[in-house]
């Protein structure tokens, strides 16, 4: 069983920063952000591996977010930085306990709302 507790959320001015926080309970291959704006289907914004640091991004979010890990507290961060208003959403983490490359666990979501 895999807990994941979420946290650094809010409302930011259009430009600014947020940074969001995910800790796993358990052993993980993988995390990931997902993110759902009203009436838009969930879509996955940024994923790392685990192990070997490999990351993946969204088009929309390239060069203005960043995710990382930090193994030793089984941590994932998204700093989100030049944060449009188009970015607003509920974002959730989403690990990977069975290294198959697919979630089987959610954290309670957070939301992020950038006002222009």
């Known amino acids: 069983q895999v807990q994941l507790v979420e946290s650094g959320g809010g409302l930011v001015q259009a430009g600014g920063s947020l940074r969001l926080s995910c800790a796993a309970s358990?052993?993980?291959?993988?995390m990931g952000w997902f993110r759902q704006a009203p009436g838009k289907e969930r879509e996955l914004a940024a994923s790392?591996?685990?192990?070997?640091?490999?990351?993946y991004y969204i088009d929309s979010v390239k060069g203005r977010f960043t995710i990382s890990r930090d193994n030793a507290k089984n941590t994932v961060y998204l700093q989100m930085n030049s944060l449009k208003p188009e970015d607003t959403a509920v974002y959730s983490c989403?690990?990977?306990?069975?290294?198959?490359?697919?979630?089987?666990?959610w954290g309670q979501g957070t939301q992020v709302t950038v006002s222009t």
């Open positions: 989403a690990a990977d306990s069975r290294n198959r490359a697919t979630y089987n666990y």
């Open positions: 358990g052993r993980i291959y993988g």
């Open positions: 790392i591996d685990w192990y070997g640091g490999n990351t």
